[in-house]
């Protein structure tokens, strides 16, 4: 089992950056494949951006391209969510998920595929 906290949330003006952390607990999360959602207000939850527990394949939401980058240093059990050029409908609760995966290229692009969530972070873009 692994839990999961996000930190790095905040308010930023449209154009800035923030870097989102998920601190994992747990010795086995090397072998997680790991995602990035975001829900705003009166929307679904949806995928932002997603890796695989060897860090070498990443998936990415159209909206963010570009953009965003997630990766993860699995010595310190964290994945990051680099996020630039940041837009108002950026806004929203953003939430760190895992699951533990057997293969190391896989990458889980689906909510109900992840089996562990954290709690989120606001992120707030004003324009």
């Known amino acids: 089992q692994v839990q999961l906290v996000e930190s790095g949330g905040g308010l930023v003006q449209a154009g800035g950056s923030l870097r989102l952390s998920c601190a994992a607990s747990g010795r086995t999360f090397s072998r997680y494949a790991m995602g990035w959602f975001r829900q705003a207000p009166g929307k679904e939850r949806d995928i932002v951006a997603a890796i695989s527990w060897s860090g070498g394949v990443t998936y990415y939401a159209d909206s963010v391209k570009g953009r965003f980058t997630i990766s993860r240093d699995n010595a310190k059990n964290t994945v990051y969510l680099q996020m630039n050029s940041l837009k108002p409908e950026d806004t929203a609760v953003y939430y760190c998920?895992?699951?533990?995966?057997?293969?190391?290229?896989?990458?889980?692009?689906?909510?109900?595929?992840?089996?562990?969530w954290g709690q989120g972070t606001q992120v707030t873009v004003s324009s």
């Open positions: 998920a895992a699951d533990p995966q057997s293969s190391p290229i896989v990458v889980l692009t689906t909510l109900y595929k992840y089996d562990y």
